[in-house]
């Protein structure tokens, strides 16, 4: 029989936030995500924890794909934070206690239907003569399919995932130093994989030259707070990459041409006659 005890080990949790939770508009397996990150943050009293969609998802008894699907749902709604990459490359993820910066779940709209203003018998009259009727039919109401715009799902072991986190890590410790860390707190790093991706396979770059680049960036003193995403770094890669390779050229030294003063000559001559040598054997070739 099972029979949990305090003293097994608790996490404490102010009344405040099991009072916002409960009031949020989530499904089943975002509070599971929830209670997850709970457990593994404030149940060892500290703020955020390198958490795996692999094992959020053997924790709550689901997939990779649908825990992937319901975490980025919190992360877009801010109810859940990214604060950085973990030293296994995974993220660090936190709960956001500040409700007030939470996003709510957008509401589907519900088409209204036309209805003729009739009454309810099967049939009725809609105009002053006796002989026109309602129709029983019921207009359908044709609506147009919304474009969605999907981005491909990319998993925690893709490598343009990693390169993601990879940049995102980078960028992280930039912005934190220039004081603007909450522009690439919650970047969207599916995105930044798709972007990565387009660099990769459309662009044809090779992943090497782009790990270089993205090291070099964020070093130089100019480009690493003019590039704080993965689509800045794709749009100006180009010219990134040539300036990398022009920082790092070794500068030639220039050598100075010593160009021959005919007086000196003249002196060396005059030098040679007083020694007592022969005028004719004197080289002035030299």
């Known amino acids: ?26 499904n089943g397996t975002q509070l599971k995500i929830v209670m ?5 943050t404030y149940g060892f009293r500290r703020k955020e924890h390198e958490i795996s969609l692999a094992f959020l998802a053997e924790a709550i008894g689901s997939t990779k794909s649908h825990v992937d ?7 877009e709604r801010k109810i859940v934070n990214v604060v950085g990459v973990g030293e ?9 206690k500040n409700y007030d910066d939470w996003i709510d779940r957008p509401t589907d709209a519900v088409p209204q239907s036309s209805s003729c203003n009739c009454s309810t018998s099967s049939s009725c009259n809609c105009s002053t003569s006796s002989s026109t009727n309602c129709s029983t039919k019921k207009e359908k109401v044709k609506e147009k399919p919304k474009k969605t715009r999907q981005t491909k799902k990319y ?9 993601a986190l990879y940049f995102h890590e980078k960028v992280s410790a930039v912005a934190k130093d220039a004081g603007v860390e909450h522009l690439v707190r919650n970047a969207n790093l ?15 770059v090779d992943k090497r030259l782009a ?6 960036v964020t070093q130089d003193s100019f480009w690493r707070t003019n590039v704080l995403s993965a689509k800045t770094l794709r749009g100006k890669f180009a010219e990134l990459a040539i300036k990398k390779k022009a920082s790092q050229t070794p500068k030639q030294p220039i050598q100075q041409q010593t160009k021959n003063d005919i007086r000196d000559k003249e002196i060396e001559f005059q030098r040679w006659i007083s020694e007592g040598n022969d005028p004719d054997a004197f080289d002035w070739g030299k």
Not at 1 to 19: H, V
Not at 69 to 75: D, P, S
Not at 88 to 96: C, P, S
Not at 190 to 203: G, M, T
């Open 36 to 40: 997850v990150i709970w457990r593994y």
């Open 190 to 204: 599916q995105s930044w994989a798709d972007d990565f991706r387009k660099l990769i396979e459309k662009d044809g």
């Open 88 to 96: 296994r490359r995974g993220r660090l993820l936190a709960y956001n």
């Open 155 to 163: 998993d925690e072991e893709s490598s343009y995932y990693k390169m």
């Open 1 to 26: 029989m099972a029979s949990p005890q305090t003293k097994n080990g608790y996490t404490r949790i102010a009344n405040e936030i099991l009072e916002s939770i409960s009031k949020a508009d989530l």
């Open 211 to 216: 790990k270089e680049v993205m090291d070099w």
């Open 69 to 75: 699907k319901e975490l980025t749902t919190l992360i």
